[in-house]
């Protein structure tokens, strides 16, 4: 059973940073991309960030390119997004998501459908 609990969140001002951990069981995480959407009040779930199984290779959405990065720790089963500079337009639960297909990386902007695993969620409000 596949198992992902996102960590990290909480209340910032604006330009503040936070970095957000996702802790994985039940597949050999080192075999799959994960991700990082995100999903406002009353909007749709949105792509933020990808890394592939390796970390070698990540995209972005735009709107976040040059403040977040993603990365991994394969021997510790856990992928991060670190945020700097937020904004109070970051302002969403954030959920990481891990890929359905082992070694495959979606280009963006990747479906949620592309992720077969969820975790929780986890709330980042931003303040101005």
């Known amino acids: 059973q596949v198992q992902l609990i996102e960590s990290g969140g ?6 503040d940073s936070l970095r957000l951990s996702c802790a994985a069981s039940g597949r050999t995480f080192s075999m799959y ?7 406002a009040p009353g909007k749709e779930r949105e792509f933020v960030a990808t890394l592939s199984s390796t970390g070698g290779t990540t995209y972005y959405a735009n709107s976040v390119k040059g403040r977040f990065t993603i990365s991994r720790d394969n ?8 945020m700097n500079n937020l904004k109070p337009e970051d302002t969403a639960v954030y959920y990481c998501g891990q890929h359905r297909l082992a070694y495959t990386i ?9 992720y077969a695993y969820w975790g929780q969620g986890t709330q980042v409000t931003v303040s101005s």
Do not use: I
Not at 34 to 39: E, G, I, L, N, V
Not at 75 to 82: D, I, M, P
């Open 10 to 15: 909480g209340l910032v001002q604006a330009g």
């Open 75 to 82: 021997a510790k089963n856990t992928v991060y997004l670190q």
């Open 33 to 39: 991309a994960m991700a990082w959407f995100r999903q």
């Open 106 to 114: 979606t280009t963006p902007p990747p479906k949620p459908s592309e």
